[in-house]
């Protein structure tokens, strides 16, 4: 067995400990590890200074990884401290946005928040600690995504479906008709498809056409509402978090915000919880301004 192989099981070991008996936080170096894109290394500090040329910080997450939350709440406390922000969630869908608006204000109790904004299976473990310091620092957050029922009729109908809701319904999401998806993103959704078919991930037969359609209609929803959000209030730098698939490579979002506020400047944090961590992987080049590999080991 080489030393690298070693050395990884060793720090997989000290991170399932730390985290047993200590709690994990984001300053446990074997939680995880941060990269730029080319590879090199780099820290929370460099994702921090390079956001101060950003308007829009994408944080893009694999939902099930607790390190990756843990970071995403030290990035968003470092960037509160150096310039106004605003915080934006995939999260939470368009409609629901006077549900979290009223939670924010102390209108509505957190009950609420959870029944009526339909929060997300895992909201208090993932996402709680994000909204709640916005809340307490008084931050806009942006319910940013489709209302799931929409994304559905397109996966079942085709994006054109959309033109025969009524005008409220349209106004829950962004321009009709949404661009579709690049030629680059495309490919890469259709590759990732496959791989679950092939693995079984898939519980019934998809139309890809329509299910790419779905998909940029999550891409297309989340962008057209950082540009609102960044028209109201354009002295603040947007945060968004997401599932990573939407902004690797810059695309998904980034092809959408671009029709919709060309020029918007924006950094891209991906984090992934690959089998080979710590190490760093040719595959993961250029998937984001800044990759972070975080601990598979450690379990929500």
Known sequence: MTAGIWQSKIMRTIAVCLACVFGLSAQDPAA??????????????????QA???QVVFLGESHDDPTGHLLELAILKRLESQGPI??????FERDVQPVLDEYLTGAITEEHLLSSGRAWRHYKTDYRALVEFAKERSLPVVAANA????????SRLGASALEELPAQAKALLPPLPYAEASETYAAKFHALMLKMKEEGAQPRPVDPIKSLAAQSLWDASMAFS????????????????NGSFHTEERLGIL?????????????????????????????LKQKGDFVIV?????KR
């Open 86 to 91: 605003l915080l934006s969630l995939e999260m």
């Open 294 to 298: 975080t601990n598979p080991a450690l």
């Open 32 to 49: 995880y590890r941060i990269f730029r894109g080319d590879g090199s290394p780099a820290s929370l500090g460099d994702i921090v200074a």
């Open 147 to 154: 209302p799931r029922r929409y994304v559905n009729r397109v």
């Open 52 to 54: 101060k040329q950003a």
């Open 255 to 283: 092809d959408h915000l671009e029709r919709y506020r060309p020029g918007t400047r924006s950094l891209v944090v991906t984090m992934l919880a690959p089998k080979y961590f710590p190490e760093w992987q040719a595959e």
């Open 226 to 241: 950082l540009a609102e959000a960044l028209m109201r209030q354009p002295k603040r730098t947007a945060i968004h978090v």
